[in-house]
């Protein structure tokens, strides 16, 4: 072997040529005698001998060898012994899962057969040895902590999908997910698990005893005189439910917690470990040793300050030392148990990673005289070692352990050649990396010491009539105020002390992302963007199979980590370079997004898939780029968009893919601690896929257009002279500036599509803890308020009270300790600046590819959903607790996040619907809340016209429901009745549960909103809908088209709902059905609240005639009205029975929304209009034969008998609960509501006195007052019409119209509506080139 890193040319083969031999007097390095002195020095004879240097036997580097052998072999045990059977134990000496025939259901194993993940119901496994005498354990790392019961097992059990380990006669179980034991019956034992924590799993068959421990503390025993004798022997064995994962230790790695009296299954390398550790000290001696060749002497020296300085006589002894010490590093137990714990040892002294240089010269001496795959075997096995300390130590108070292990990896890492390989071969191709930046969450607040660090707990006390928290510090007693500032305190102590842990995982992250380190090749950071493209590339693929991906709670950490040290390295550029953008300006250029450099795998364009925009987009991109587009490239993409579920279906699957049912890969990220790839996927059902790991599936077939991530050097990253690298193909709208290093743009682009893959929901699934805070303060609050209420003389009461608010207490002291570790870790204001920073690169990445014109369609559609979530993230998850107006520049990043998404909403370029769906939520979720809506109102004139125009665009043939909630939004406050926050029903009840996609959360939040009209808004729409007239008769004939469909489909629904209440037998009615029913609700009163908007601020759309459309318009407009305020209002009607019900799930169906929204639009036409606007009005709606005069008297609680007074609902049978949906109960007469009617049979606008003020009440009174004088005179001076002169179509209108050329006749109402739709004749399909006037001929 050839010398290494420039080093004397020695391997342990040809250590002895540099031999004394030769010159017997003299080594030709340091005299004889001194030779001898280092030598016996270091490796001094255990056997009694001469002790004085002058009696001793010569020694030199031809005797070495064999007396080094002679020490190694001391204390050694005979070849026999070591061989020789373990009595008590049955089977291989490598204890292993078996995967050939001791497992039933779906399973995943690991490539060491030692970690496993269920793939089914409920899955078991045993191991390959079997116990029937003696005292043994093995370990169990849990992973994740559901459903899974471990123990022991004897070969007569034979398991199902139903009953696994603990429920057969012979085994025996611990579940410390149910905290219980298990043998055929179960009782509760133990305590509860959690991701991280180690079980043992002990038996004792000398006593027949089976005891548990967790994290070393004995759970007691739990079974005793378990079954015995010949023919019976114990398997460990584990049952576990689908996606749950562990991982086993039967001793091949050295047990974390070992049990005094009870051995591991797996027999520990006693011999091997007994020389590792002699050899080892030897080492230390080198270390600590310097020889003084001028005074011929040895001289004891601190070895942290010992260096590789090529000396022969140390160099030929350390040969010497790792001619026997090398092999043995090979072996995970020796690398845990021996040279990690040497290295740790080295790192003790505290201080900074680079003040301890002798792991670095250490390293410089492994690869000195070790065979490179030595080198490489010891490596992976001291990180795979490293990362599983780091992973399932328990955490403490200062997080000692943490640290010490990220401290030993950074100083790892600080070698540039050891840290090439592990960046090339081990860190994303073996280990699990990423869960070296994630900082796991207690979920047991006292073993973690949170007690003593945080001792004051503090939660809201206050809260709002909505249950809100009240921030108003004024409110506070001064002994609240002193226990919440304890407990800010304790946080800011934690905080401190998980600062220390981030600020090492960023260390590590500015390793892998040297771009200097081109010593010994390709530089670390290039190494690093292909593994990390890789990376993302896997969990990208994988979307909807959780049990592939990386966990969300590992991506968090990583992203902040990641953004930190992006942002660092994007800095010092900016200071060597001046001409470049500082980091907080950053954005990813759109090239990236057409010129192939950048793989997107398969993710979706905003243009659609990328095959297509190639095809239809060449041109642009040779004009605007000067890209061309090679043919035979086009057809090879479409060939391959045409044959991907045929031909490379298969490579894209994770390594390891099993065939059967399109089975993932082994999902790694859930399973073993270290191991990142399957070799096995066991199932009962399919014995041919119990087979090793088979090599590796070639690549993706490489298409023409895109660089395969392996095959991507510095220079295609970064460019050269006249090579623009990732920035090929700048287009003219692209300012010609240095934006920083092209390899951190792709690095910034990464980061977004991580945030896309899973970040996102880990952020809203982690506000979880912060709203149990709020539901147990508000139940203590309500208990102590009861305490105080209760009588003196109901003791019985006041011991339960007193019972609730102490669990109550307690519960809240535990979540609050433990939110404020996830406030430290996840919820700070360092985090919340990472996704702002994140929010305003989406946004300027979006705005300079919208410069782009048609290339905009390159862009990959998660910048704008990451642009999205991250604001909705902002705004609900990091407040209260950290505000958004203190964030830098944030009234002009949200003006710009209005800005593109009143843009693109309508945007031709997008053809996504569910990105189209996105952003129209979005909007609809930003014009609810005045801080975003004044946003809205502030961006250029011409985008606001052009978003509301296209908000007016006709509904059909898009998501009309959206669009029309952000119409109600700009409106609601202005409205008749309409100032409610909540209905005045559902005052006290509470809100619906928001636990949705952000998005819908964002939209289900805004309904609990104050009003926000938007004046300025409604004035475009005014104007729009004044001077196009096309485009307001399109509109609302679309609006008045949804409105009779959403009201049609309503009543069709209760008619169902109610038979099914009228029915003898127990019913339940489908909770889809009820929610479908009640969004048919909500969308007829939000079209309502429309058309409402669209009178009081276009009247003459209806009311002036002269406009084409105006008299149909408003005919329709009459007879939706009728035909809803008839089937609310009707005496005995389905309406009153079905909301008397009290179905849930149709809680917002009432009459107050529907009725008041009916009320103002009748308003505006009939009170507020011109007077010939109001006659018209008037006429119209008095002639349309669904008017009932008694329908708008209900309004006020007159008319007659009111609407249900004298027959209810049916009587049906005792309400039943069960999961079909929701039971239909008897029909009941709710009491007196707050700020509703005193009594729900008499509706009366009258009742709603906090909703309606008193101007608004006179206007509904005059206006009765004028339907009912109108009314009377229509009557007296209606004439009676033959059948003959009305119209054949409707036979509620006498006929006004003749077709031509066809001369068939009807009402103009029948025939204008008809010609909005249709062109034929009704009667004989004729083609209608005109309609005129027709008047009945006298002589008739």
Known sequence: MSSKEGGTALTRRNCRLASDTDKPKSTGIVNEKLLTDYLHHVFPSTKPGPTLASLRKPLGFQDLGSHLEKLLAEGEPPEEDRDAPVEGRLGPNTVVLDHTSGFEGLLFVDDDLLGVIGHSNFSSIRATTCVYK?????EVLISSQGLMQIGWCTLNCHFNQEEGVGDTPDSYAYDGNRVRKWNVTTTNYGKSWAAGDIVSCMIDLDEGTITFCLNGQSLGTAFTDIKMG????????????????????????????????????????????LKAQKLLGYIKTVLATTIDVQEERLVEKDCSSWKLHGEPTVLLAMAHIFNHFAPLMCKVYLVEDVLMSFLLSILEGGGSVDEHPLIQQLLDLFWLLMEDYEVNECLKQLMMSLLRAYRFSPIIPDLGFQIHYLRLTTAILHHEKSRKYLLSNVLFDVLRSVVFFYIKTPLRVKEAGLEELIPTTWWPTRFDKEGKDELEAKSETADERLRRRAYERGCQRLKKRIEVVEELQVQILRLLLNNKDRGTGEASRYIFLNKFRKFLQENASNRGHPTALCPPEYMLCFLHRLITAVRSYWDEGKRKGPGCINSEEAYVPPQLFYNGKVDYFDLQRLGGLLSHLKKTLKDELASKTNIIIDPAEILTTSMDDLDEDEESGAAQRPFGAAAMGGALARPSWLSSPTLGRANRFLSTAAVSLMTPRRPLAPPEKVKVRTLAVEQRTEEDIEG???????????????????????????????????YNLSVHQQLGKMVVVSDDVHEYAMALKDTEEKIARCPARRADILDELQKSQKVFAEKLNHLSRRLAWINATVYSKEKMLDVYWLLRVCIR???????????????????????????????????????????????DTLTQLAAILAKHFADPRIVGTDIKDSLMQALASYVCYPQSLRAVERIPEEQRVAMMRNLL??????????????????????GFGYRYTRLPHLLKTKPEDTNLPSLQRDLSLASLRKPCPSLLLQRHMAELLSMDKDMAASFLNSVLNQLNWAFSEFIGMIQEIQQAAERPERNFVDTRQLKVCATCFDLSVSLLRVLEMTVTLVPEIFLDWSRPSAELLLRRLAQLLNQVLN????????FDRVVNLRL??????????????????????????????????????????????HSIQHLLGEGGEPAGSSTTAAPSPPPVVGPLGAALAPAVSPGPGAGGPADRKHFSLHAYTDYISEEEERK????????????????????????????PICYAHSISAVFKPCSHKSCKACINQHLMNNKDCFFCKATITGVEDYTKPASS
Request: glycine share 6%; charged share 20%; proline share 8%.
């Open 134 to 138: 003696g005292k043994w354990v093995y």
């Open 230 to 273: 010949p023919g019976v022997a114990y398997f460990p064995a584990i049952s576990l439910s689908f996606k749950e994962s562990v991982a086993f230790n039967f001793g091949s790695r050295p047990l974390r917690y070992p049990v005094e009296g009870y051995l591991p299954l797996q027999n520990p390398p006693t011999a091997e470990l």
């Open 845 to 891: 990445t979006v705005e300079h590819a919208d410069h782009t014109g048609s290339l905009f369609a390159f862009a990959p559609e998660f910048y704008l959903n990451v642009a999205m979530n991250a604001y909705s993230a902002l705004k609900n998850y990091f407040s209260p607790a950290n505000s958004m107006d203190d964030l830098p520049g944030y009234e």
């Open 1144 to 1189: 849930p799930g149709l809680e917002s169906v009432d009459h107050y929304p529907i009725l008041v929204a009916v009320t103002g639009i009748l308003v505006q036409i009939l009170v507020e209009g011109q007077r010939q606007g109001i006659s018209r009005a008037a006429s119209v709606l008095l002639s349309d034969p669904c008017f009932q005069l």
């Open 720 to 754: 050269s002279h006249g090579n623009d690298g990732l920035l090929l193909g700048r287009p003219l709208e692209e300012p010609d500036q240095p934006i920083a290093e092209k390899s951190l743009l792709e690095i910034v682009d990464g980061i977004v599509m991580m």
């Open 1127 to 1134: 089937r609310v209002t009707a005496e005995r009607n389905l």
């Open 953 to 974: 665009a006709p509904y059909e043939q898009r998501p009309w429901a959206q669009t029309n909630w952000i119409l109600v939004r700009l409106w609601r406050g202005c």
């Open 1260 to 1287: 509904v009174e005059g206006m009765l007052a004028f339907l009912t004088e109108e009314s009377k005179q229509a009557a007296a001076s209606t004439a009676p019409t033959s059948e003959e002169d009305l119209c």
